[in-house]
């Protein structure tokens, strides 16, 4: 029942999600010198997701708050994952690199939101009525699963579009584990 409620939802949102945000998001990246990721809470768990696969992909990429990520700059690409496109501190994140010359989109579930005004690029999960309040998936599981499997399959569609192999991929993966 609870998995089937989940799947349910998450095919809905997903649905509901603009088709053309995969390539948008793909163009972007691509036009990027180096891809930084941020998020906060589980937001940024998803964005360690996105991270590893764009490296694995051959993105120069980095995620936000690891002690060896360098400084934003001109010709960069900033990703933020923020359900709201409220959080505090990604608001600052964005103007930051904003004010650095780089690129921002925001994936988040609102249509409107400081961030969204702030980011070059806004990518909608769903709609503004894909979120209400489900009984026995709280805080935000809905946004971050859906945005978990929109970007899995945003990595699909960029490795059938550029014909990345899946032993180019191994080959960057980490080897010191």
């Known amino acids: 029942m609870h998995r089937d409620l989940l799947l349910n939802k998450i095919t809905d949102i997903l649905g509901a999600t603009e088709e053309s945000y995969e390539a948008k998001l793909v163009s972007m990246c691509d036009d990027a010198k180096r891809i930084f990721i941020t998020g906060a809470g589980r937001s940024k768990l998803v964005g360690n997701f996105l991270g590893m696969r764009l490296m694995h992909s051959g993105y120069e990429t980095y995620v936000q708050g690891e002690v060896a990520t360098p400084s934003i700059r001109s010709g960069d690409l900033l990703i933020v994952i923020s359900g709201s496109g409220e959080t505090t501190q990604l ?80 080959y960057r993966h980490a080897n010191m584990e």
């Open 91 to 170: 608001v600052s994140f964005a103007n930051k690199a904003k004010s650095e010359g780089a690129k921002v989109i925001l994936i988040c579930s609102k249509s409107k939101s400081t961030i969204g005004d702030i980011a070059d690029q806004t990518v909608q999960i769903g709609n503004d009525g894909s979120f209400a309040t489900t009984k026995g998936l709280p805080m935000g599981t809905m946004f971050e699963l859906s945005t978990l499997i929109f970007l899995e399959a945003t990595i699909s569609y960029l490795i059938h579009e550029k014909g990345i192999a899946e032993e180019d991929m191994r």
